[in-house]
């Protein structure tokens, strides 16, 4: 009986989070009343609560809840709680705003509010997780009204529990009588399933610079397309004062198809596109900004404040809710050539009635402050440009990729060639440790012979098809790969002391060889286990960071002659500019002409003038640690980096980060579902916002996008619009107030919370487990009935007993050790012949690119040039 109840109590503990925790679909109606917040009476409306009906369709009224700004240029944020757990889609809006009160307003979706106030200042943040646009109003903008059957995906897996409105008002001489403001939008939702998934392609300029008392300066943004087809219903255009016209095109096989042309001093509203279209894989998709710098004393640059510009042209689309992409970006710069097509309307501006546009004397004295202009210009982003970075490149694993199943060595350098194609540097059976190279660098392990397999992998980025393959028998230690314009592979190897430039087409003959073969040395024919190659696509001359033992970067002809160098090692902890400790990875930045270093050692990314080597910044954070292993640059102002185990006394944990060059903030973090980064070796980033990232240890590689590439939620970005002055303010501060350690688990928590097998396989075991539960009771209450039955009948000395005890007791007393009482595999092995205590021990954890031991909570240091303690035995294989 005792069993019995001990069994079902069991039971009751196991079931009751899953019987406790159900709960009637109208006591989320009801949670939501209860927290339902009024609007002022002085408020124009009244706040509108859903019906609660039969109908799968409801609206919601966000309001903010009568707020009096005091300043300009106040930020004001109120958040909201969906009144309902499951997917819904928002199918409708309908603002509730004038630009004579209000300058623009966003509305986010995430699960934690920054605050739990009625409203709050949003210099605090919008969110303390990720926050997703879904609309933005400026300027008297009309209602947006969906296609039937289109719909912005909330709730449900998107995880978007609540919505968070922000307010920007510029203008307060509006609040002189003291009234109560009420801004907001009406939202019309459906809790059907929407056939067709709406989301927003956003292409915006963030290299613009207008010069002063110029007649017209043109911006030009344009991207290929390379994606499941979408359909274009409607396009809105963002500038601020100097903007005359905003054209976007679709070009397909040459031919230029206009999408939408506005004036962006109207009213800032999607409007229809000129034509039905559809953009498929294949087309280039291209937008121009006409401004004018009259009357500007100063250069104009983009950013957030009124004094500064933007260049925005958003498409409002739908796609195959199957094949859904619900927030894509373009922030390339257009080519010359091809912008020389375009049609003419594009260059001519829109004339605009006065009494549509916003009033700007306000802004006056603003625009004749040059320090504050040129201030705002590199710090404002954060008000506009930088969220809209923030949200447009939160990244999160492609669960679906089948190229992490590659079989690879370790992974060393990784490249994307003229086609976009995924080419990969691996070391095939080959492993650096501790044993690889003595203490004058020279490579030990010439006896075994190059490398056998194919060190170099083109493999298509969709279906990870090996397309090409070459490097065989020709590499030892493979370290640095980047590809050049034309296709060419150049490449470094760390035993060899080499640089290699090979053909697009493989081959066992390079085009250019430097360094000499197996010599380690720091003239200016010679290298120390260099570590990577850049090539300028401009003037063909190429850079190798020198590199283990070494600390310069070194710059060559096209030919390969030596041009100039600069760098040194660090002389103390606190490194100077300049000075390296393992220059591991390079970024050549060609827009911007600079070229950015990964001091490995030193925690930070260092950038230069191509031409001269002089230093331009430093960018470190604490959430780098004490590492940074790679960095990658794409066009348009979005730096990529991965970092390092941390040590001992570190706590960063080994991520992937995403930076707006301009400021160097960090706008993502990102991590793998599948597998864990262990030693992430290289980056690469490609213009579409695509991100690879190579490991030296696990031997994989990993494909991140945009989280709705990823995972269909066309909540994420895709709302309405990313709107002018704040789009990047509301995101950066959530990043910027949030622990990175806390937001990584939960970006892993959710990511992982998408995989319908895991969940499947988790509720099995449950089930498994509570059975097992419930069974075991009363299998051992029936052994024991028999046991007694069993001695009853016959009786048995202790001898059997005793000679059990004493027989299990030698196996058992070596695992144990003599007088310790501990297990100890090593010590048990090791009285075996031919076994070893690797493995069991802990492992030195220094020596280059070596693996490290799994149980050992230190940093392996992938390939640091000091030799192991004499008294340990080298690591097991590792590698950088």
Known sequence: MATLVSSLLIFCLLSQSSCWGFRSPLSVFKRYNDNSRYLSNECLGSPKQPILSDSPEFSLDIRMPGVTPAESDTYFCMSYRLPVDDEAYVVDFKPHANMNTAHHMLLFGCNMPSSSEDYWDCDLGTCTDKSNILYAWAKNAPPTKLPEGVGFKVGGTSGNKYFVLQVHYGDVTAFKDNHKDCTGVTLQLTMEKQPMVAGIYLMMSVNTVIPPGEKVTNSDIACAYKRYPMYPFAYRVHTHHLGKVVSGYRIRDGEWTLIGRQSPQLPQAFYPVAHHLDVSSGDILAARCVFSGEGRKTETHIGGTSVDEMCNFYIMYYMDAAHATSYMTCVQDGRADLFRNIPEEANVPIPVDPSMMMSHEHHHH??????????????????????????????????????????????????????????????????????????????QMRGIGPIEQSTILVVDPTTSTVLQSTGKNMFYLPHGLTVDKDGNYWVTDVALHQVFKLGAQGGDSPLLVLGKAFQPGSDKSHFCQPTDVAVDPATGNFYVSDGYCNSRIMQFSPLGKFLLQWGEESSSPAAKAG???????????????????????????????????????????????????????????????????????????????????????????????????????????????????????????????????????????????????TETEIFETGVRNKPKLTEDVEKVQKQQEKQKTAEQTESRVSFVLITTLLIIPVVVLIAIVIFIKWRKVKVYGGDSEHKLESSSGGLLGRLRGKGTGGLNLGNFFASHKGYSRKGFDRLSTEGSDQEKDEDDGTDSEEEYSAPPPPPLPPPAASSS
Not at 415 to 425: H, S
Not at 426 to 432: L, Y
Not at 677 to 688: I, L, Q, T, Y
Request: with cysteine; aromatic share 10%; hydrophobic share 40%.
């Open 366 to 443: 603003e625009a004749m402050k040059d320090p504050v202009t040129n201030s705002f210009a590199l710090q404002q982003p954060k008000r506009e440009q930088e969220e809209v970075l923030d949200q447009d490149f939160h990244l999160e694993e492609v669960i679906d990729w089948p190229g992490i199943n590659l079989k690879l060595g370790q992974v060393s350098g990784l490249a994307l060639d003229p086609k976009n194609n995924l080419v990969i540097f691996h070391r095939g059976d080959h492993v650096w440790d501790g044993n690889s190279f003595d203490r004058k660098f020279v490579y």
């Open 579 to 725: 000075q390296f400790s393992i220059p591991h990875s390079l970024a050549l930045l060609p827009d911007l002409r600079q070229l950015c270093v990964a001091d490995r050692e030193n925690g930070r990314i260092q950038c230069f003038r191509l031409e001269t080597g002089e230093f331009v910044k430093e960018i470190k954070h604490k959430a780098f640690g004490s590492e940074v292993f790679a960095v990658s640059y794409a066009p348009g102002g979005l730096l990529y980096a991965v970092n390092g185990m941390p040590y001992m006394t570190d706590t960063a944990p080994v991520q992937g980060f995403v930076m707006n060059f301009s400021n160097g903030e960090i706008i993502d973090t990102f991590l793998p579902v599948r597998k864990s980064f262990d030693m992430p070796h290289d980056v690469v980033a490609s213009e579409d916002g695509t991100v690879y990232v190579g490991d030296a240890h696990a031997k994989t590689v990993w494909k991140f996008a945009p989280t709705e590439k990823a995972e269909h939620r066309s909540v994420k970005k895709a709302g309405i619009e990313v709107q002018e002055i």
